[in-house]
Protein backbone atom coordinates (compact mmCIF):
# COMPACT_ATOMS: atom_id res chain seq x y z
CA UNK A 1 0.00 0.00 0.00
CA UNK A 2 1.41 3.43 -0.96
CA UNK A 3 1.70 6.34 2.06
CA UNK A 4 -0.95 8.37 -0.06
CA UNK A 5 -3.54 5.36 0.69
CA UNK A 6 -2.67 4.63 3.99
CA UNK A 7 -2.93 8.14 4.96
CA UNK A 8 -6.62 8.59 3.65
CA UNK A 9 -7.32 5.41 4.52
CA UNK A 10 -6.17 6.22 8.19
CA UNK A 11 -8.23 9.59 7.64
CA UNK A 12 -11.35 7.65 6.45
CA UNK A 13 -11.34 5.31 9.58
CA UNK A 14 -10.19 8.05 12.13
CA UNK A 15 -13.63 9.76 11.40
CA UNK A 16 -15.46 6.80 11.21
CA UNK A 17 -14.34 5.59 14.57
CA UNK A 18 -13.94 8.89 16.61
CA UNK A 19 -17.47 10.08 15.40
CA UNK A 20 -18.99 6.59 16.68
CA UNK A 21 -17.04 7.08 20.17
CA UNK A 22 -18.23 10.92 20.76
CA UNK A 23 -21.39 10.21 19.59
CA UNK A 24 -21.09 7.42 22.54
CA UNK A 25 -19.69 9.56 24.96
CA UNK A 26 -22.45 12.48 24.21
CA UNK A 27 -24.98 10.22 24.87
CA UNK A 28 -24.05 9.53 28.17
CA UNK A 29 -22.72 12.56 29.09
CA UNK A 30 -26.18 14.33 28.27
CA UNK A 31 -28.24 11.91 29.68
CA UNK A 32 -26.29 12.19 32.82
CA UNK A 33 -26.71 16.00 32.67
CA UNK A 34 -30.08 15.81 31.69
CA UNK A 35 -32.59 17.83 34.10
CA UNK A 36 -35.71 16.45 35.35
CA UNK A 37 -38.62 19.16 34.30
CA UNK A 38 -42.47 18.70 35.80
CA UNK A 39 -43.17 20.38 32.60
CA UNK A 40 -41.06 19.00 29.54
CA UNK A 41 -40.60 21.21 26.48
CA UNK A 42 -41.75 20.69 23.32
CA UNK A 43 -38.25 20.66 21.91
CA UNK A 44 -35.03 19.12 23.01
CA UNK A 45 -31.43 20.39 21.99
CA UNK A 46 -29.58 17.45 22.13
CA UNK A 47 -29.61 16.32 18.47
CA UNK A 48 -27.78 19.98 17.69
CA UNK A 49 -24.91 18.85 20.05
CA UNK A 50 -24.54 15.91 17.80
CA UNK A 51 -24.70 17.44 14.91
CA UNK A 52 -22.05 20.03 16.12
CA UNK A 53 -20.10 17.22 17.37
CA UNK A 54 -20.01 15.58 14.02
CA UNK A 55 -18.97 18.50 11.51
CA UNK A 56 -16.62 19.26 14.09
CA UNK A 57 -14.93 16.15 13.57
CA UNK A 58 -15.11 16.14 10.36
CA UNK A 59 -13.62 19.70 9.90
CA UNK A 60 -10.64 17.82 11.60
CA UNK A 61 -10.84 15.28 9.06
CA UNK A 62 -10.77 17.68 6.61
CA UNK A 63 -8.00 19.42 8.27
CA UNK A 64 -6.23 16.34 8.37
CA UNK A 65 -5.46 16.05 4.55
CA UNK A 66 -2.67 18.28 5.34
CA UNK A 67 -1.16 15.14 6.73
CA UNK A 68 -0.23 14.35 2.40
CA UNK A 69 1.75 16.81 2.45
CA UNK A 70 4.16 14.43 4.55
CA UNK A 71 4.09 12.73 1.21
CA UNK A 72 6.22 15.57 -0.65
CA UNK A 73 10.12 15.61 -0.69
CA UNK A 74 10.16 18.98 0.74
CA UNK A 75 8.24 17.98 3.98
CA UNK A 76 9.92 14.59 4.67
CA UNK A 77 11.43 16.00 8.17
CA UNK A 78 10.53 14.68 11.31
CA UNK A 79 9.35 17.89 12.40
CA UNK A 80 7.69 18.78 9.09
CA UNK A 81 6.06 15.48 9.20
CA UNK A 82 4.95 15.83 12.45
CA UNK A 83 3.62 19.65 11.69
CA UNK A 84 1.63 18.56 8.45
CA UNK A 85 0.11 15.88 10.77
CA UNK A 86 -0.57 17.89 13.62
CA UNK A 87 -0.40 21.88 13.17
CA UNK A 88 -3.61 22.63 11.01
CA UNK A 89 -5.90 20.17 13.35
CA UNK A 90 -3.74 21.64 16.50
CA UNK A 91 -4.42 24.96 15.45
CA UNK A 92 -8.63 24.20 15.11
CA UNK A 93 -8.61 22.51 18.16
CA UNK A 94 -6.96 25.32 19.83
CA UNK A 95 -9.51 27.89 18.54
CA UNK A 96 -12.12 25.97 20.63
CA UNK A 97 -10.30 27.80 23.63
CA UNK A 98 -10.96 31.30 22.22
CA UNK A 99 -14.49 31.50 24.66
CA UNK A 100 -15.74 34.97 24.33
CA UNK A 101 -17.64 35.79 27.77
CA UNK A 102 -13.55 34.53 29.14
CA UNK A 103 -15.61 31.55 31.73
CA UNK A 104 -14.93 28.05 31.47
CA UNK A 105 -17.14 25.79 33.34
CA UNK A 106 -16.58 22.23 33.91
CA UNK A 107 -19.10 20.70 31.31
CA UNK A 108 -17.14 23.28 29.05
CA UNK A 109 -14.46 21.19 29.54
CA UNK A 110 -15.55 17.40 29.05
CA UNK A 111 -17.60 18.03 26.17
CA UNK A 112 -14.46 19.97 24.67
CA UNK A 113 -12.91 16.22 25.41
CA UNK A 114 -15.51 14.43 24.55
CA UNK A 115 -15.25 16.00 21.05
CA UNK A 116 -11.31 16.19 19.92
CA UNK A 117 -9.68 13.67 22.55
CA UNK A 118 -11.01 10.32 20.59
CA UNK A 119 -9.77 11.95 17.37
CA UNK A 120 -6.29 13.01 18.78
CA UNK A 121 -5.97 9.86 20.24
CA UNK A 122 -6.86 7.86 17.53
CA UNK A 123 -5.02 9.91 15.13
CA UNK A 124 -1.50 9.97 16.82
CA UNK A 125 -2.32 5.99 16.62
CA UNK A 126 -1.94 6.31 13.08
CA UNK A 127 0.84 8.37 12.75
CA UNK A 128 3.00 6.34 14.86
CA UNK A 129 1.80 3.06 12.61
CA UNK A 130 2.59 4.97 9.44
CA UNK A 131 6.03 6.08 10.93
CA UNK A 132 7.06 2.09 11.47
CA UNK A 133 4.88 0.90 8.69
CA UNK A 134 7.13 2.60 5.96
CA UNK A 135 10.68 2.88 8.46
CA UNK A 136 11.09 6.61 7.74
CA UNK A 137 14.43 6.92 8.98
CA UNK A 138 14.66 10.75 8.67
CA UNK A 139 17.72 13.24 9.34
Known amino acids: MSKRKFILLSILKT ?3 ST ?3 VVLLIVFLSATREV ?6 CDMSGLAYAFAIFWILFLSVLSLSSLLSVLRPFQGK ?3 V ?3 FLLPGVAIGSLFAIPDGKVSKDDILLFLIMNMPWLVIWT ?3 FRMNSRFNRIDQ
Open 15 to 17: WLI
Open 20 to 22: LVT
Open 37 to 42: REHPRN
Open 79 to 81: IKT
Open 83 to 85: LCW
Open 125 to 127: FYY
